[in-house]
């Protein structure tokens, strides 16, 4: 089975391309060749360096017959283009977010929830736009979409997210010397993350499971943590003791003001609780580790670099 993954050079993409090839797949890449830092890792794959937003380019890599076709990064005029020039081909999967269900109408949420967007965000709205548009396509003409929707993202190769809502580099130092870091609220807004081979593996697992086609999947480990619980997680997995100061939201906003990506931490105060009940029964769907596990490595790895 031939499949070409877009976006392959990237975090998750080159994990996607290396699961794919364990399980014997015949994989191409096509990336911009603006990301090198997993480069390495993939050297061997056959790669090929295009925009998938252009419609010349589009037409020449796919006039070459792919059975899969996956996608880390989607837009609306690479959907469409797949849809035009993807001759003959069996499954389209492309990867989302959970995000867009925020705020969650209930917990744990499922893939039957309303989709439209985090309030006053471009690029979760962006995303329910480009599954909407698959999945449109699917209704419409057969285009055999599914769709991926991770959680928070973790595992080597990424900073950990950090108390303000982002990936910030002095986190796991401030973690180090013991800082007292300010955490929204009471910090009891859940958290659930995803390691990234697991989200890997999981577009696999769509690939060999045909029941996926035309379906939404939330991908997710097990069960989510408390904010509070996810420092001290990270602070034990180094040894070290989480000194954690509650502030209201909106203190915390404007206490760090243009330092911080405001939706960012408006988005950490928000619960992300989720069943991964669909997955498990669709695609035999089982993650390989704990939220507790993925926590830890992700702070040591981390670490490691500094």
């Not at 014997?24 to 061997?44: H, M, P, Q, W």
């Not at 070290?240 to 939201?249: F, Q, T």
């Not at 993650?287 to 993925?294: I, K, L, N």
């Amino acid at each position: 089975m031939k499949i070409i993954v877009f976006g392959g050079t990237g975090w998750l993409g080159h994990n996607i391309v290396l699961d794919l090839i364990k399980g014997g797949y015949d994989v191409t890449i096509c990336s911009r060749g603006k990301k090198a830092t997993f480069l390495e890792e993939v050297s061997e794959v056959k790669s090929i360096s295009a925009d998938k937003s252009d419609e010349a380019s589009m037409q020449s890599i796919l006039a070459e017959r792919y059975d899969v076709v996956i996608d880390t990064v989607p837009n609306l005029k690479s959907i469409e283009l797949v849809h035009k020039y993807a001759a003959g081909l069996k499954h389209y999967i492309h990867c989302s977010s959970t995000g867009g269900y925020a705020p969650l109408p209930f917990v744990p949420c499922d893939e039957t929830a309303p989709y439209i967007g985090f309030e006053g965000t471009s690029g979760w709205k962006a995303k329910a736009d480009y599954d909407h548009a698959a999945l449109s396509l699917f209704t419409g003409t057969g285009f055999p979409a599914t769709v991926i929707r991770p959680c928070y993202i973790t595992g080597p190769g990424m900073l950990p997210l950090d108390n303000l809502g982002g990936r910030r580099t002095d986190f796991i130092p401030d973690i180090l010397a013991e800082k007292t870091l300010d955490l929204p609220d009471n910090g009891l807004a859940l958290l659930q993350p995803i390691h990234v081979k697991d989200l890997a593996h999981s577009f696999r697992l769509a690939v060999e499971n045909r029941r996926s086609v035309g379906q939404i999947y939330n991908i997710c480990l097990s069960h989510a943590v408390t904010l509070n619980r996810y420092l001290e997680i990270t602070a034990s997995a180094l040894g070290k003791k989480a000194y954690i100061s509650h502030v209201p939201l909106e203190e915390m906003l404007a206490k760090y003001g243009d330092t911080i990506h405001a939706t960012g931490l408006r988005f950490l105060a928000t619960h992300m609780c989720f069943t991964i009940e669909k997955a498990r029964r669709d695609l035999g769907y089982v993650p390989h580790c704990t939220p507790e596990e993925a926590i830890e490595e992700t702070a040591v790895w981390a670490a490691s670099r500094i």
